[in-house]
């Protein structure tokens, strides 16, 4: 496991909360807006988040959480180059569930899983 989470992002497990937002790329633009609300509260107040930067409602909450201090906003790609159209802050974190190697793929999978 230690191959997935360099050392900032382990000094980061520390510093504060951490929420992972999931959602639909079919998010109401009123959630949309409350979602991008919520992250730039959370970040406010000292939370890191991730989010898969989908369409829809993992974009709303990359970007309040951004728009606060982007390296407390990990994002979390199955594939480089993944959703391209939308643009990355190179200020964010990045984790690519590819290029893991196949033992922490195994474990980073089980534990989203539950």
């Not at 959370?42 to 909450?61: C, E, K, N, Q």
């Not at 982007?70 to 939308?86: D, H, I, K, M, S």
């Not at 990355?88 to 534990?111: G, V, W």
Request: charged share 15%; hydrophobic share 45%.
């Amino acid at each position: 496991m230690t191959n997935f989470f360099d050392q900032s992002f382990l000094a980061s497990l520390a510093r504060g909360p951490k929420i992972a937002c999931f959602g639909s790329r079919e998010t109401p633009a009123p959630i949309l807006s409350v979602m991008t609300q919520l992250a730039w509260v959370l970040v406010t107040h000292g939370a890191y988040l991730a989010s898969g930067h989908a369409d829809g409602a993992d974009w709303a909450f990359e970007q309040g959480a951004c728009q606060v201090r982007p390296e407390a906003f990990t994002v979390c790609l199955p594939w480089a180059g993944y959703n391209r159209q939308l643009p990355l802050n190179p200020r964010s974190p990045r984790k690519i569930l590819a290029e893991l190697p196949s033992s922490a793929k195994a474990s980073y999978l089980a534990q989203a899983a539950g």
